[in-house]
C-alpha cells in the first residue's frame, strides 16, 4: 500500500476520538461546575443571611461561566471553526436544561426565559469555542 493511498477519515478527530466526543466531555465539564456553583449558593442560603434575590444573577453568571468551559473544551482541539464546534456544545447544554426543567416542572414552556437562556448558552460556548480554537495546542 502506498501513503498516498490513505483516505482521510469524514468525522473530525481529536486525539484519536471523534470531536463530539471532546464536545459531550466540555458539556459535561460545564454540568460539573454549574452543579458545583450551584451547591456552594445553595449553602450560602441555607446558612448565611444571603438572599434569595441573587439567584438570577447567579444562574446567568454561572451558565456563561459554564458555557465558555462547554465551548473551550469542545472547540480546542478542533482544526477550524471553534465557534461552531462551541456553539454545538452551548446548544447541546442548553436543551439538557431545557430537558431538565420540563421533567422539574412537568411543562414545557418555550418562554422568553427559555429563550434568552438558549441565546446565552449558544453564545457563551461560541465564545468559548472561539477562545479555544486559539489556544497553542
Known sequence: MIKGDIKPSKTPIVDNRPLIIAMFKGVAMAFAVTWIVFIIYALLLTYTSVTEKGIPAVVMITTIISTLIAG???AKGARSKGWMWGMGAGLIYAMILLVIGTWITKRFAMDRTAIT?????????????????????
Open 117 to 137: 437562556s438558549l441565546i446565552t448558552c449558544i453564545g457563551g460556548g461560541g465564545l468559548g469555542g472561539m477562545i479555544g480554537i486559539n489556544v497553542k495546542k
Open 72 to 74: 473551550f473544551d469542545a
